[in-house]
C-alpha cells in the first residue's frame, strides 16, 4: 500500500492547519504528521499489529479529518511556485544537475514537513533551473524556500522564485529576485 493522504482547515481565526497520514512500509508504522501550515509540524508513528490493517488506518484517519472539518485542497486551488536559478549554461552541466538534485531533495523536505505543499517536478532548459512547487500558501512557501536555500549553502544570489494560481501557470508574478525589478521567463 502506498500514498498519503493529506488535508487542511482553517481554524476560527483563519489559520490554516494540516494533518496528513502514511504508512511506512519499510518500517510497518502508520505516520500521522501534523500542525500550522508554515510551522515545523509533529509527528506521531504507531505499529501495526496483526489485527489492523493499513488500508484501515487510512480510512479511519480519513474520516477522523472529515469529522473534524478537515479536507484535501484541490489542486486547481493552490499555487504553483517556482524556484529558479540562473544557470551559465543553457542545457545545464553535471553540476547543475547536481545543484537539481540537492535542491529538490531540500525543498522537498522543506515543504512537506510544514504543511506547505510538495516539489512535483523540475527542469533544466535555457539556461535555468526550474523546481515547480504545488502549494497552498504561497506566502509561506516563497519564505521557507529562501530559508531551505540558505540553510543548505545553495546559490541564493541565483535564485528567483514566481507564483502562479494553479490553473493560470502564464501569470506568474515575481516573489523574489536578487535584482530589483526583474521579470520572470521559464
Not at 508513528?45 to 490493517?53: A, H, L, P, R, V
Not at 551559465?88 to 537539481?100: F, V
Not at 505543499?117 to 512557501?141: E, Q, W
Not at 502562479?164 to 508574478?173: R, W
Amino acid at each position: 500500500m502506498s500514498g498519503i493522504i493529506r488535508t487542511y482547515k482553517r481554524d476560527e481565526d483563519a489559520v490554516l492547519h494540516f494533518r496528513e497520514a502514511w504508512y511506512d512500509e519499510d518500517d510497518q508504522h502508520f505516520v500521522v504528521n501534523y500542525g500550522v501550515v508554515g510551522h515545523q509540524s509533529r509527528t506521531e508513528e504507531s505499529g501495526i499489529d496483526g489485527e489492523t490493517s493499513p488500508e484501515g488506518l487510512m480510512a479511519a484517519f480519513a474520516a477522523q479529518c472529515a469529522e473534524d472539518g478537515y479536507a484535501v485542497i484541490p489542486e486547481a486551488e493552490q499555487f504553483w511556485v517556482v524556484a529558479q536559478f540562473a544557470l551559465k549554461s543553457k542545457d545545464g552541466t553535471e553540476r547543475d544537475r547536481y545543484l537539481e538534485r540537492k535542491v529538490k531533495a531540500a525543498l522537498t523536505g522543506e515543504l512537506a514537513w510544514r504543511g506547505l505543499g510538495v516539489v512535483d517536478r523540475t527542469d533544466i532548459g535555457n539556461s535555468r533551473l526550474n523546481v515547480f512547487c504545488l502549494c497552498p500558501d504561497v506566502t509561506k512557501a516563497v519564505n521557507a524556500i529562501k530559508v531551505c536555500i540558505r540553510n543548505e549553502d545553495l546559490d541564493f544570489t541565483k535564485l528567483s522564485i514566481a507564483a502562479a494560481p494553479h490553473g493560470d501557470p502564464t501569470a506568474f508574478k515575481v516573489k523574489h529576485s536578487p535584482k530589483q525589478g526583474a521579470g520572470f521567463t521559464l
